[in-house]
């Protein structure tokens, strides 16, 4: 399946652009796409915390990808 | 209940004006400004970013919670700014009415500390001689 990963903040500059365009198996998870993002990104593995949003919601390790979903990675918040 | 996140000045009067309510003695708001430095350095500017869909769903969820811990609350005002700030603007502000102060201060400071906690905005500092996207690292 193809998914699309939106970036924002210090995710977006470490990756170099607003979004990445990945294929992976139907199903993987978030666990699964972190890894594989961490060790392509390795800057992203030095931030505080790095969080994966699946359709405006914050998904869990385990939470299984689908081709239709809209995901994020979510960077350490700080609005306020 | 009154969400927004704006790439305009925020109208803290009109703001204020949609959390009065008849039934309320209290209205409660904090109001969340750029601070001319930042541990230690002195800040020029701030850039927001916000992820807009889900910090706008993020945002409503916690006036949700709020509502359920403290069903009399009557306005639920949240307000989020995004993009260039420069010192002295207002980045947020929460406003919410109640027939009592007490819980006017409660859900007024449940709101703004959840907020900070969940919703996605990023906020990077313009330095004199640098940037840094705020909490990014340990």
Known sequence: MKLTISLFGIAREIVGQPALELTAPE????QELLTELRQQYPALGQLSSLAVA?????ATDATALH?????????????? | MHIDLTDQPIDITAALQLAEDDGAGAVNSFIGTVRNQSTGRRVVRLDYEAYDSMALHQLRKVAEQAQEKWPMLRKVVVIHRKGTLHIGDVAVIVAVSTPHRAESFAACQYIIDTLKQVVPIWKKEFYEDGTTWVAAHP
Do not use: H
């Open chain 1, 54 to 58: 699946v359709n405006n919601d914050y």
């Open chain 1, 67 to 80: 081709e239709r979903d809209e995901i994020a990675l979510i960077p350490p918040v700080s609005g306020g």
């Open chain 1, 27 to 30: 199903g993987q998870s978030v």
